[in-house]
């Protein structure tokens, strides 16, 4: 059986990954549909409102530091302390000329306080303040709408509720919020050789790892997974697959069986079901790439190699997803340029995703390739936490040489 070929480098007819992601991205647009969440099930969905300020934030200015709060203009000298304001409970009374307050950390500056001095550069004697540093005016008082002035928008519409969101969201008092709904991804695998977890492997199986892998994927999105388990390499059955998942999800995934082997049937399938590309991508690994639509759901047959798998997923299938999602750009996965940390082997003709650890260096941080870098080997993925990407036209790339490093760490 014909699979995914990684030592048959040159493909004059393979698709770029750009002329891809171009093609995906343009396919995907959101929702016209939005839902009112409560704040705390928000998290992970993407926002279809633009969230406006009422009031400044801070609403009204408070102290930066626990210390003692005064009146520049009353000069330089001592000061006697008067009161207190602690979070929570403001000051209420007025200061005297050469008087002076405690005051801690998010309590209101009262209206004649107009410096805030660190307790460690004070000295208290009684009720007798002296100061160790020079009182200037604003010091230490966060002032009313330094984060945001009264109306600004604090959160776009397509921002991506992570936590630091919803903490936005929730210093404006919101208890809830008009998010786009979640995706409904159905998945499956397919593939004779697939057994499932739990149960014994009888001669020539292997287990099913694509299935749990795109699982963990989708849940990260706050995506809706659909599991449509294991399929066989039947015509009947994919066929089965397919039509059930595009009548209850959003985005259909499927692994293995888009090659041009003998037991590959999903292009054919999908030219029956629906409207397809057949890709063979000018990558490695990830050879083989199906996208399309089957009724009103987007479709991503992606190889079976489980590495091919989740390269695919990160560069096509998650970008579609952020997008589909309602979230506004970016959606590739970000990237920077880092030294190769030794000689990175690599044959001209695809563009190579080798999985690559980040390595501290004197100089600064540099990046090395972890484990082998062929598309059946899982244990390298999981140790690595980035992709390197190489370009297509690349050789041997020299110890040194800036690579672009895809991180895969901390990705939703
Ligand atoms: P295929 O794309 O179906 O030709 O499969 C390519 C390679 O990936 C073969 O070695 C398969 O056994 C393997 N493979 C396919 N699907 C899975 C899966 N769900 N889990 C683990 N390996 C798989
Ligand atoms: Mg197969």
Redesign the pocket.
């Known amino acids: 059986?014909a699979?995914?070929c990684d030592d048959n480098e040159h493909d004059p007819a393979a698709k770029s990954v750009a002329a891809a992601l171009e093609i995906i991205l343009a396919a995907a647009s959101p929702s016209s549909h939005s839902e009112v969440r409560a704040l705390d099930d928000a998290s992970d969905r993407v926002l279809a409102e633009d969230l406006r300020t009422e009031q400044p934030i801070p609403a009204w200015p408070n102290s930066a530091m626990d210390g003692y709060g005064l009146r520049c203009s009353d000069g330089p000298g001592s000061r006697r302390c008067v009161g207190a304001a602690f979070a929570g409970h403001p000051f209420t009374g007025e200061l005297g000329p050469g008087e002076c307050i405690r005051i801690m950390t998010g309590a209101p500056v009262p209206a004649d306080v107009d410096c805030v001095v660190p307790q460690e550069q004070c000295e208290r004697q009684d009720d007798r303040v002296e100061f160790r540093s020079a009182l200037r005016p604003g010091a230490n008082i966060r002032q009313a709408g330094e984060d945001l002035p009264a109306g600004a928008v604090a959160l776009a519409r397509g921002t991506l509720l992570r936590p630091a969101a919803l903490g936005v969201a929730a210093s404006l008092g919101r208890t809830e919020l008009r998010v786009y709904p979640a995706l409904r991804v159905a998945f499956f695998?397919?593939?004779d050789?697939?057994q499932g977890l739990g149960a014994p492997l009888a001669a020539g199986q292997?287990?099913?790892?694509?299935?749990h892998m795109l699982r963990a994927l989708l849940g990260r999105l706050g995506c809706q997974p659909l599991d449509l388990g294991r399929v066989a390499d039947e015509p009947a059955a994919i066929r089965q697959a397919l039509t059930e998942a595009a009548a209850m999800a959003d985005v259909i995934l499927s692994?293995?069986?888009?090659?041009v082997?003998e037991a590959?049937y999903i292009s054919a399938l999908l030219q029956e079901l629906g409207q397809v590309s057949f890709w063979k991508m000018n990558m490695k690994p990830g050879r083989?790439l199906a996208f399309g639509t089957i009724g009103s759901a987007h479709f991503f047959g992606l190889?079976?190699?489980?590495v091919s798998t989740v390269v695919t997923f990160y560069e096509f299938v998650r970008p579609f997803l952020l997008k589909r999602m309602g979230k506004t750009e970016p959606w590739t996965v970000p990237s920077l340029r880092l030294p190769c940390a030794t000689t990175l082997k690599k044959k001209p003709g695809r563009t190579d995703f080798q999985r690559g650890r980040l390595v501290a260096t004197a100089e600064g941080w540099q990046v090395a390739p972890v484990g082998a870098q062929s598309s059946?080997i899982l244990s390298g993925l999981a140790q690595a936490q980035c992709l390197m990407v190489l370009p297509a036209e690349a050789g041997d790339i020299p110890a040194g040489s800036l690579v672009e490093v895809q991180l895969l760490e901390g990705l939703v």
């Open positions: 059986m699979t995914c695998s397919t593939g050789e697939l292997i287990y099913d790892s694509n299935r692994t293995g069986g888009v090659s082997g590959d083989p190889p079976g190699n489980p059946h």
